[in-house]
């Protein structure tokens, strides 16, 4: 390794644009990434149709729902958690991806 060469992480550079970072990683899933689009859309439809569900989310205020409005309350939730999952799999590699790059900044590959 380089005497010269300083390691620092992005997050050590760039800590005031981090999250602005992360969300263009994660924004690029909806440009590449059919399921990801399709999850999105499938929560939106659950959105219009049962804009109480969506109101679960937005407000801190009790929401009395219906039987019909849980089931798809749940449904939804599942699907949110689906994309988080595709989010964090897409911020991983991504870091995955960077860590290679340090690697060969700093000569080591």
């Known amino acids: ?11 050590d550079v760039h ?8 969300g263009s990683v994660i924004a690029k ?9 399709s999850l999105r859309a499938e ?9 109480k569900v969506l109101g679960v989310f937005d407000t801190e205020t009790a929401s009395g729902l219906t039987e019909e409005e849980c089931a798809a309350l749940i449904k939804v939730i599942e699907l949110r958690n689906k994309l ?3 989010e964090m799999q897409s911020v991983y590699f991504r870091g995955c991806y960077d860590s290679v790059g340090y690697l060969k900044k700093a000569g080591i590959l």
């Open 84 to 86: 988080t999952d595709m």
């Open 29 to 37: 899933l909806s440009k590449e990434n059919e399921e990801y689009r």
């Open 15 to 22: 800590s005031n644009i981090f999250e602005e970072y992360l």
């Open 43 to 51: 929560i939106e439809s659950f959105y219009e149709k049962y804009p």
């Open 1 to 11: 390794m380089s005497d010269t060469f300083k390691f620092e992480t992005f997050v």
